[in-house]
């Protein structure tokens, strides 16, 4: 009610004041779900004359998204913005960076090569307030302010980068009629997840759909199951040292993690062909059996994106569903975890206009304009949430607020012969049969051997 009052006197005092911007922004000054506030704030920033370069991960459908972003800056600062983006951004931007010539920002959804820049001195140091503005007002604050924290070249550790789009990965699929039609309710607790599976096999049914297939790839759908269970079995501190290999592979809490993710894909009763058709199942294909007549499953463990995966015509929110990956009763102390990954933007040109941008994110209204627009979400807690695209990406976007810890895809942090290699294999062996305990000790190994 507040931000319904304010919005009414927001909506006059703009369309007194700037009718001229209107025909050139998608969403009319004054109009929708927006904190228009923050574009009356944002013009009070003088930035004419000035350039604001941008270099980012998005092209195509994002690309014109963060576009409709950029342009509300545009309009009520007065500054140029250029955004450019590159198939091999990673790439790009140390390039740029070590060649002096680097975008005012530079937004990259990696924050191990962000730490790297920080720590050649490429990266611009962010304010406390910015880093307190992120504990403060994110869901899961300090979990977003460590991620964008590094060591610098003097070796001092500064917040560096800020967070802005995130993509969550606990989510469980599920038909709802499927779920009705057998008097199933939707889980709360992992304990009351084990007692469903038990039940849907006690009906005659399979409750789970696996599938670690994917070309050179294969196997990487299971490690954000044991990423999943690391958080949901110990502590983040635990899962921070495990993704620098602190604590090692073969340590009793990684293995017991991996063990977590074996009693479901391991599980013959359990999963839709078996633990044999774990493996040989391609991610892409595993969450069809939930749409099968009668369905080969119950549920499927995926990220947000696994809709592109589901037969022409699924509508979300009606035809299929998700809930959250939920935590273990027996550990309150652990909260709700959520596992995900999302894109940091850092200052890698210093400039006023760097810095007004860095504020500008801060701004319910340039998180919001995006999820208007569409595949964005935020942890940010002052959006107004009637601003997201659908139901769904508003439910996604209430668990990452409602979020005690969030932790990135522990897969992405680790060095690319381990995350991108040996974690990837070990996991099929491990669904082929081999012990956690062998596993870890493999991937462990593997890890010792490019020290």
């Known amino acids: 009610m507040k931000f319904r009052l304010a919005f009414g006197v927001a909506a006059l005092t703009l369309s007194l004041s700037a009718p001229a911007f209107a025909a050139d922004l998608k969403y009319p000054l004054g109009e929708g779900p927006f904190h228009w506030e923050n574009f009356e ?51 790009q931007v140390v390039i740029d960076t070590e060649a002096g010539s680097p975008a005012n920002i530079s937004i990259l959804p990696q924050p191990g090569l962000l730490a790297d820049l920080a720590a050649k001195g490429r990266l611009v140091p962010l304010s406390a307030d910015d880093a307190k ?16 924290t590094y060591k610098g070249k003097d070796g001092a550790s500064s917040f560096y980068a800020f967070p802005y789009k995130a993509d969550l990965k606990s989510l469980v699929w599920y038909v709802p009629e499927n779920f009705k039609d ?18 849907i096999v006690a009906d005659g049914g399979k409750p789970w759909c696996i599938g670690l297939g994917s070309g050179g790839a294969t196997g990487w759908p299971a490690t954000d199951w044991v990423e999943d269970m690391m ?25 017991g ?17 078996g633990a044999a058709g774990v493996a040989s199942t391609d991610f892409r294909d595993s969450p069809k059996g939930l749409f099968s007549a ?19 015509g699924t509508k979300v929110g009606t035809d299929a569903d998700f809930f959250y990956f939920p ?11 959520v596992l995900g990954a999302g894109t940091l933007a850092a200052i890698t040109k210093d400039s006023k206009a760097a810095r007004a941008f860095i504020e500008y994110l801060k701004m319910p209204l340039s998180h919001e304009v995006f999820m208007k627009d569409g595949g964005f979400l935020t942890p940010l807690k002052t959006v107004n949430q009637e601003a997201y695209v659908n139901d769904a990406a508003r439910k996604q976007g209430e668990i990452l607020s409602s979020a005690t810890t969030f932790r990135f895809d522990g897969s992405d942090l680790m060095p690319g012969k381990i995350g991108a290699g040996a974690f990837w294999t070990g996991m099929v062996d491990f669904v082929g049969g081999k012990s956690a305990q062998d596993t870890g000790a493999a991937i462990q190994k593997a890890w010792d051997e490019i020290k």
């Open 41 to 91: 704030a944002l013009k009070k920033i003088d930035l004419k004359g000035e350039t604001l370069t941008i270099f980012g991960p998005w092209r195509g459908d994002d690309e014109a998204h963060i576009q409709v972003v950029l342009e509300y800056f545009r309009q009520a600062t007065g500054a140029e913005v250029k955004y450019s983006s590159s198939e091999n951004y990673e790439q």
């Open 133 to 148: 503005f992120i504990t403060d007002n994110y869901g899961a604050g300090s979990s977003w302010v460590a991620l964008g």
């Open 182 to 199: 057998a008097g199933y309710e939707i889980p709360q607790t992992m304990e009351d997840l084990v007692k469903l599976s038990d039940q």
């Open 231 to 255: 958080l949901r079995t110990q502590p983040p501190e635990v899962y921070d040292k495990w993704v620098t290999n602190e604590i090692k592979f073969d340590s009793p809490e990684v293995v």
């Open 257 to 273: 993690a991996i063990e977590a993710f074996g009693k479901f894909a391991k599980n013959n009763a359990w999963v839709d062909g």
């Open 294 to 312: 009668p369905p080969k499953c119950y549920m499927h463990r995926q990220a947000s994106f696994i809709p592109s995966f589901f037969p022409e």
């Open 327 to 337: 935590p273990i009763a027996e550990m309150p102390n652990l909260g709700k975890p």
